[in-house]
């Protein structure tokens, strides 16, 4: 069965720090990996994906991910968060089945 | 065009009540999937239709749930016996259904809380 670590639960930073947040999934196949975001008051979004190709993905509003198979993550960078960047972060993978499977999810708050 | 939808946005129900949760996905899209997410969780897979039919239904918690598609488009999740264990957001995503490596689209969810 797959599975999906996210070990940072909350993250508080300033505006401008840098960002990131680390995903470890569990799964014996080829993966397709994920980053979606939930907004407050908003639906969830897809940020970035993996599917196949360059390990290093770039997603929406200066997010990218790096696909590390030998360490089984795919962990979330973005260079300088900004305080709209204050969001719930989910990993997830899926295989040839089509369902997703989520981490529990990180929150991000950012200080002005 | 539109997103998936889903209604209704709340629902409070009391426990041992039968409720329907629906959702309208994204037009032309095959594939639909229901989650279900508790407090302080990621969402959890729950069933998944390609067309009218459900490919997948190991998400299921137990048969007091059930899902269906008729004309492959809007899906209805049917909760019988409700508990209070029951309280979640359920969401539908949709996606084209041509491949599985494919975008799933969520909808804002519904809020079900059992009193």
């Known amino acids: 069965a797959q599975s999906v670590s996210q070990h940072n639960h909350h993250v508080i930073l300033s505006e401008a720090a840098s960002l990131e947040l680390g995903c470890n999934y569990s799964?014996?196949?080829?993966?397709?990996l994920f980053w979606y975001v939930q907004y407050p008051g908003q639906h969830l979004q897809l940020l970035l994906k993996y599917f196949s190709g360059d390990p290093l993905v770039k997603g929406i509003k200066g997010f990218e991910a790096e696909f590390i198979k030998s360490k089984f993550s795919f962990n979330l960078r973005k260079p300088s968060v900004q305080w709209s960047d204050t969001a719930e972060y989910f990993c997830?993978?899926?295989?040839?089945?089509?369902?997703?499977?989520f981490g529990t999810g990180t929150r991000l708050q950012v200080t002005l | 065009g539109a997103g998936v939808s889903q209604t209704p946005s709340n629902k409070v129900t009391e426990k041992g009540k039968y409720v329907e949760l629906r959702c309208d996905p994204i037009?032309?899209?095959?594939?639909l999937y229901w989650y279900r997410q508790s407090l302080g969780q990621g969402p959890e897979f729950l069933i998944y239709?390609?067309?009218?039919?459900?490919?997948?239904d190991s998400g299921l918690p137990n048969d007091r749930f059930f899902a269906v598609r008729p004309e492959g488009s809007v899906s209805t999740l049917k909760i019988q016996r409700t508990e209070r264990g029951d309280s979640a957001v359920y969401l539908c995503a949709s996606s084209p259904g041509r491949l599985y490596q494919e975008t799933q689209y969520f909808g804002p969810g519904t809020r079900l809380l059992v009193l």
């Open positions: 239709f390609q067309g009218t039919g459900a490919a997948d």
């Open positions: 799964y014996g196949g080829t993966v397709n």
């Open positions: 997830a993978v899926s295989g040839t089945a089509s369902k997703l499977t």
């Open positions: 037009s032309g899209h095959t594939a």
